[in-house]
Structures are given as C-alpha cells and as structure tokens.
C-alpha cells in the first residue's frame, strides 16, 4: 500500500497568516491526491481534488499543488472556521491510504 | 442535493459482526459511481474499509479483506457493510461516501464526496 506522510503533524497558526501543509507519498502517485478538512465531530470536507482542482463551493483561499510525490495544501490567509484537521489521500491505486493528518490550532 | 445516511447497531458484542446500512437519497445509486466506506477510531486519522459499484464490483482494503463484506441493493438505494469477527480495534466512526471521480490530463481522479453524518460502532461486551 502507498504510505501517505503528511508535515507537520500540527501547527498553530493567526488568523491571516499563510498556512501551508505538506503530503508526500511513498511511490509515485501524479496528481491522484485529494484535500479534506474534518471539524470535531463532523464528517470530512472534500477541499481539494487531483492534486490542485478546488471542489465547487471551497473558498479560493484554500489552494493545492505537486504531482509525483510531493504536495501541499496553502490556505492564503486563515480564517477563524479553517481551524480544523486536514487530511490528504491518494487515490492512485487500491488501497486508497489517508495521510496521518495535520491538526490546525489557533495560536 | 445528494445525501447520504448511515444506520445500524451502535453496539455490537466481540467476535460478533458489525452490519451496518448507508440510504442515498437525492441520486440513484443504479446510474453510476462508486460509493465507498471508511472509519475513524475515537481520536485517530481515517481508514478506507471499501468501495462498491452499483454493478457489484468490489475493492477492499487488504488490512480487512478476510472480515468485510460490501454489497449494493439498487431496489432500495442502499449499500451496506458487514464486518466479521470484531475487536475492540473496530470500534470507530464509521462514515459511507460518494466516489466521484473525473479526467484530468493524465490521469482519473477519484474523490469522497458528499459523505454521511457518521456513526459511532462500539465494540465491547
């Protein structure tokens, strides 16, 4: 199975800073990659898909690039609801494989 | 608007199996997609279990391919999971969702959305 890592494991961050969040996966994926962000207690939020296409009705703040294996998600100026828990997946190959996630703490 | 709703028991005993229904409602299941499984244990990341197409093809996670079952009722526009032989480890959030999936330049991407609300399976006696 692809291995997902996802940097850093948390980050505490201001609201209007620049926040961005790194997934690497173990062998070559292309841009099969998607984005999520889990609030407590809710479902997760499809963000991001094929590594840089924003989901219709994700703010434009919320941005993806990479392919291979490398990858990140920026968000350009954090707000007060984007403190949350964000979670890359690939979906290149069976098994689909979730990174560890990357907890988003206000500072 | 697509939805989707998990149901089943919110308890279920070791060794016994975890069965448990997702109902679409605003898209039919018979006119495509993949629609999928995963779980979250209580303060942990997530776990693909599955996925099933209306036709019946399947993919499991080799992790649970011995215990999991996913099939399809197009008459009643559900999928359900079964899951044999529990631990205390398959306690979890257990979540169904749409797998979408597009052409880009080079590939097909696959994506999770929407999803259900979730819910909690406890496994203890």
């Known amino acids: 199975a692809i291995q997902m890592t996802q940097s850093p494991s948390s980050l505490s961050a201001s609201v209007g800073d620049r926040v961005t969040i790194t997934c690497r996966a173990s062998q070559g994926i292309r841009n099969d990659l998607g984005w999520y962000q889990q609030k407590p207690g809710k479902a997760p939020k499809l963000l991001i898909y094929?590594?840089?296409s924003l989901q219709s009705g994700v703010p434009s703040r919320f941005s993806g690039s990479g392919s291979g294996t490398d990858f990140t998600l920026t968000i350009s100026s954090l707000q007060p609801e984007d403190f949350a828990t964000y979670y890359c997946l690939q979906d290149y190959n069976y098994p689909i494989t979730f990174g560890q996630g990357t907890r988003l703490e206000i500072k | 608007q697509v939805q989707l709703q998990e149901s089943g028991p919110g308890l279920v005993k070791p060794s016994e199996t975890l069965s448990l229904t997702c109902a679409v409602s605003g898209y039919s299941i018979s006119s495509g997609y993949y629609w999928g499984w995963i779980r979250q244990p209580p303060g942990k990341g997530l776990e693909w279990i599955g996925s099933i197409y209306h036709s019946g093809s399947t993919y499991y996670n080799p992790s649970l391919k011995s215990r999991v079952t996913i099939s399809v009722d197009t008459s009643k526009n559900q999928f359900s999971l079964k899951l044999s032989s529990v631990t205390a480890a398959d306690t979890a959030v257990y979540y169904c969702?749409?797998?979408?999936?597009?052409?880009?330049?080079?590939?097909?991407?696959?994506?999770?959305?929407?999803w259900g609300q979730g819910t909690l399976v406890t496994v203890s006696s």
């Open positions: 969702a749409r797998q979408g999936y597009g052409d880009y330049v080079g590939g097909v991407a696959n994506w999770f959305d929407p």
């Open positions: 094929a590594a840089s």
